[in-house]
């Protein structure tokens, strides 16, 4: 049964940095899949990012340079460091794993999935709040 448990968020200032975890279990997290989404309070789930098995990520715009997404592979866990943060990064954040990539059309390449209907197996979720 896979499990995925995220880390506690966390409260910072403008500007600050959090780093989340998920640690993932029942299965080989290596091979899989897996990404980062975010839930504000009145707004939908959107993702924020996504690593395939080769360790390469794809960024939704508004985290791009600001956020980073890794894997240890060994630990079976997943980060995201968060820089620069600003308050309408405040969200839940989930963790989310899938046993492979959904390549999606956009701007007329394709690339990996940011759709949470892609991604079959989700963690509990973790506050982050930021404020000015």
């Known amino acids: 049964q896979v499990q995925l448990v995220e880390s506690r968020g966390g409260s910072v200032q403008s500007g600050g940095s959090l780093r989340l975890s998920c640690a993932a279990s029942?299965?080989?997290?290596?091979?899989?899949?897996m990404a980062w989404f975010r839930q504000a309070p009145g707004k939908e789930r959107e993702g924020v990012a996504v690593?395939?098995?080769?360790?390469?990520?794809r960024y939704a715009d508004s985290v791009e340079g600001r956020f980073t997404i890794s894997r240890d592979n060994a630990k079976n866990t997943l980060y995201l460091q968060m820089n620069s943060l600003k308050p309408e990064d405040t969200a839940m954040y989930y963790c989310a794993a899938a046993q492979r990539c959904t390549l999606r059309s956009s701007g007329g390449l394709y690339r990996r999935s940011l759709q949470s209907a892609d991604f079959p197996f989700w963690g509990q979720g973790t506050q982050v709040t930021v404020s000015s």
């Open positions: 029942g299965y080989t997290a290596s091979s899989y899949c």
């Open positions: 690593i395939g098995s080769d360790g390469s990520g």
